[in-house]
């Protein structure tokens, strides 16, 4: 049974730093490529970043780019989301997925087939 669980989340101020990870099993993780999404209120899910299996490739949405990193450790199953200067539009459920490997890392949710159950960022200003 493949299991992705997010951990991190919580309230910050504006202009913090928080962390994200996602830890994986049932999966040989380094046979997937692992992306980040997140969902606000009433909002749709969308792109957030993805790696590829290697680590040798990153995507980012326009509105993360410079300021969130993501990376992971194939050794330890887990892929994490370094998110700086936070803002208040940033606050959402944040979801970490991941799609068996192919010739291209996929912003597109539909591409993915586990998902996590999410972990809450909320940014107050």
């Known amino acids: 049974q493949v299991r992705l669980v997010e951990s991190g989340g919580r309230a910050v101020q504006a202009g913090d730093s928080l962390r994200l990870s996602c830890a994986a099993s049932g999966l040989r993780f380094s046979d997937y490529h692992t992306g980040w999404f997140r969902q606000a209120p009433g909002k749709e899910r969308e792109f957030v970043a993805a790696?590829?299996?290697?680590?040798?490739?990153?995507d980012y949405a326009e509105s993360v780019k410079g300021r969130f990193t993501i990376s992971r450790a194939n050794a330890k199953n887990t892929v994490s989301l370094q998110m700086n200067s936070l803002k208040p539009e940033d606050t959402a459920v944040y979801y970490c997925?991941?799609?068996?490997?192919?010739?291209?890392?996929?912003?597109?949710?539909?591409?993915?087939?586990?998902w996590g159950q999410g972990t809450q960022v909320t940014v107050s200003s």
């Open positions: 790696i590829r299996t290697t680590g040798g490739s990153t």
């Open positions: 997925a991941a799609r068996y490997r192919a010739s291209y890392i996929s912003s597109s949710a539909p591409d993915y087939a586990y």
